[in-house]
């Protein structure tokens, strides 16, 4: 093709994806014809002791909750938000992985990885107080006000009776196009304008999805990449934390983290359309979306370009640095994983 008609070619589709772009827009605006925008605000930054393989976070009266896990490793902390500093904590033994906390009626609830038993701790000096049992795994809890609501590390997510901790009710977490959210960790129940909404992280994604709790219906998604490659250092040093401080307002860290965030997260009420979290089917329902045809357009704008460019690009293989970190190999494995110790969630 001649350098005319190349540049014919670009020209049309860089015209395409204009004419395309305002099917984006029509997708996430309010009654108002306003962008509805889920995005995270940094307010500040605070220290986060790194040792802290964060699972759970809860605030209180102004002082933050935090559990982490690891067997040998796991404790209960009573933190200050502001300096990062621990307060108090409880450690405990090797046959404890600890993972997500509430609050619950003066007490903190605690889950465990596969013990299968919550424990109830005293919020004035953190001792034991009663435990519950249940089945299966234990990640992330909340209490809505009514229901302890907790996740297992798949999709699905239940609504516990306070006094027995027995299920009441189900419902499994999917974006607007149906797809099945898994690996939903820690958890935080909050009420908004709109109604009650779950705010969760999803584990390994740097992700943070609002979902309406009577549906499981993914209601927002919040990019939280920028965050996570200040502090990620490892496959297991995951986005994971979250606590309502205020208003929009949250703190957020991850697990082996330097540094917590008190964050804004907007649009928290409103719900944005078509939000496709997982690897959504293009060629059903998002092929008739703007994000669809956005997608299309990008990938053959990319693709052109990587076309004109190639006479320029380095010959013998070497590789060219895309800076996403998704494209590095794993990091070498953990000690702690090493010796036989599986990481969570
Ligand atoms: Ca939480």
């Given at each position: 093709m001649?350098?005319t008609?190349?540049?014919?070619?670009?020209?049309?589709?860089?015209?395409?994806?204009?004419?395309?772009?305002?099917?984006?827009?029509?997708?996430?605006?309010?009654?108002?014809?306003?962008?509805?925008?889920?995005?995270?605000?940094?307010?500040?930054?605070?220290?986060?002791?790194?040792?802290?393989?964060?699972?759970?976070?809860?605030?209180?009266?102004?002082?933050?909750?935090?559990?982490?896990?690891?067997?040998?490793?796991?404790?209960?902390?009573?933190?200050?938000?502001?300096?990062?500093?621990?307060?108090?904590?409880k450690?405990?033994?090797?046959?404890?992985?600890?993972?997500?906390?509430?609050?619950?009626?003066?007490?903190?609830?605690?889950?465990?990885?596969?013990?299968?038993?919550?424990?109830?701790?005293?919020m004035?000096?953190l001792?034991?107080?009663?435990?519950?049992?249940?089945?299966?795994e234990?990640?992330?809890?909340?209490?809505?006000?009514?229901?302890f609501?907790?996740?297992?590390?798949?999709?699905?997510?239940?609504?516990?009776?306070?006094e027995?901790?027995?299920?009441?009710?189900?419902?499994?977490?999917?974006?607007?196009?149906?797809?099945?959210?898994?690996?939903?960790?820690e958890?935080?129940?909050?009420?908004?304008?709109?109604?009650?909404?779950?705010?969760?992280?999803?584990?390994?994604?740097?992700?943070?999805?609002?979902f309406?709790?009577?549906?499981?219906?993914?209601?927002?998604?919040y990019?939280?990449?920028?965050?996570?490659?200040?502090?990620?250092?490892?496959?297991?040093?995951?986005?994971?934390?979250?606590?309502?401080?205020?208003?929009?307002e949250?703190?957020?860290?991850?697990k082996n983290?330097?540094?917590?965030?008190?964050?804004?997260?907007?649009?928290?009420?409103?719900?944005?359309?078509?939000?496709?979290?997982?690897?959504?089917?293009?060629?059903?329902?998002s092929?008739?979306?703007?994000?669809?045809?956005?997608?299309?357009?990008?990938?053959?704008?990319?693709?052109?370009?990587?076309?004109?460019?190639?006479?320029?690009?380095?010959?013998?293989?070497?590789?060219?640095?895309?800076?996403?970190?998704?494209?590095?190999?794993?990091?070498?494995t953990?000690?702690?994983?090493?010796d036989?110790?599986?990481?969570?969630?």
């Amino acid at each position: 093709m001649s350098r005319t008609g190349r540049s014919s070619l670009l020209l049309s589709l860089l015209v395409s994806a204009f004419v395309f772009s305002p099917l984006i827009q029509a997708e996430n605006v309010d009654e108002y014809g306003e962008n509805i925008e889920h995005e995270i605000i940094i307010l500040s930054e605070h220290h986060h002791q790194n040792d802290a393989f964060t699972q759970g976070l809860e605030m209180y009266n102004g002082t933050l909750y935090e559990s982490t896990g690891l067997y040998g490793f796991s404790s209960l902390r009573e933190v200050d938000p502001i300096t990062g500093g621990v307060i108090r904590s409880k450690l405990f033994n090797d046959t404890i992985f600890a993972e997500g906390i509430t609050i619950y009626n003066g007490t903190i609830v605690m889950l465990t990885w596969k013990s299968q038993v919550a424990y109830v701790f005293e919020m004035e000096n953190l001792s034991e107080v009663s435990s519950y049992v249940y089945e299966g795994e234990g990640w992330g809890i909340c209490f809505d006000g009514n229901y302890f609501v907790m996740s297992n590390g798949t999709s699905s997510i239940s609504f516990r009776n306070t006094e027995t901790f027995e299920i009441e009710r189900t419902v499994s977490v999917t974006d607007s196009f149906g797809n099945l959210i898994s690996k939903i960790n820690e958890l935080e129940c909050v009420n908004t304008s709109a109604g009650p909404r779950v705010i969760a992280n999803v584990w390994q994604q740097d992700i943070i999805v609002v979902f309406d709790p009577s549906n499981g219906t993914v209601l927002g998604e919040y990019d939280a990449s920028h965050l996570t490659s200040e502090n990620n250092h490892g496959i297991n040093n995951v986005l994971n934390g979250i606590a309502h401080s205020t208003g929009s307002e949250f703190w957020i860290t991850g697990k082996n983290w330097s540094k917590m965030y008190l964050i804004q997260m907007t649009n928290l009420s409103q719900a944005g359309e078509d939000i496709c979290v997982s690897s959504c089917n293009v060629g059903q329902d998002s092929i008739s979306s703007g994000r669809g045809l956005m997608t299309i357009t990008v990938l053959i704008v990319g693709l052109l370009i990587i076309f004109f460019r190639r006479d320029d690009m380095p010959v013998g293989g070497e590789s060219v640095e895309t800076g996403n970190r998704h494209d590095e190999q794993p990091k070498p494995t953990p000690p702690i994983q090493e010796d036989g110790v599986i990481l969570d969630d």
